[in-house]
């Protein structure tokens, strides 16, 4: 059932499969019975895509909070980074102050997001894996940075947000220590 409130597209396609059909009964027919069953398939599927559109699910509020933290780097905003931060998570918070300091970022960026959750019905932690970009320059040394490879977030729900725990970027494949 979560599935039909992440991704609208099989809505829109029994829906347009539907009002296809009851288009032609109703132009075949033209009787009153067959109007009003078009237009309760359009209310139905109407009703759907704005239900999917007001249902945010679990892995939706992950997403929202990975394109949140990234825009947030983007406009390097260190108090708006750690405020989606867990506050117990003391080395992702520490790693933050160090290093968003030193750069400054021009652009972010990320492709490929899978959201995996775990904790069952009322899922309470997520794993995040996209292909993460980061550009910008280095403060002191005016170096430009770019970063282009895996990155996996890993996020805990805490009462109705969901703040991240920990990180882990990769570099052609293989884990490394941003710090």
């Given amino acids: ?6 991704n609208p597209i099989p809505i829109y396609a ?15 027919k033209r009787s009153l019975s ?14 759907l895509v704005v239900l999917e559109r007001v249902v ?16 947030a780097i983007e406009k390097n905003d260190l108090p708006g980074v750690v405020a989606l ?3 117990a998570a003391t080395r992702v918070r520490s790693d933050i102050e ?21 904790g069952g019905e009322q899922p309470d932690s997520a794993e995040a894996r996209f292909q993460g ?22 996020w805990t729900k805490s009462g109705d947000r969901w703040l991240l725990n920990d990180y882990q970027p990769f570099w052609k494949g293989k884990p490394i220590n941003a710090v």
Wanted: hydrophobic fraction near 55%; aromatic fraction near 6%; charged fraction near 20%.
């Fill in 98 to 118: 160090v290093m968003m300091p030193a750069a400054n970022v021009e652009d972010t960026g990320f492709t490929s997001l899978e959201v995996t959750l775990t």
């Fill in 56 to 71: 945010v699910t679990d892995r939706e509020q992950v997403e929202q909070a990975v394109a949140e933290i990234m825009l």
């Fill in 1 to 6: 059932m979560a599935a039909l409130f992440e």
């Fill in 133 to 154: 970009r980061l550009d910008g320059l280095h403060k002191k040394s005016g170096h430009r940075m770019f970063y282009c490879d895996l990155v996996k977030l890993y």
């Fill in 34 to 47: 067959s109007l009003v069953a078009l237009v309760v398939i359009c209310l139905v599927v109407v009703s």
């Fill in 14 to 28: 029994v829906g347009a499969v539907m009002v296809t059909l009851g288009g032609l009964v109703f132009l075949n």
């Fill in 85 to 87: 931060v867990d506050p």
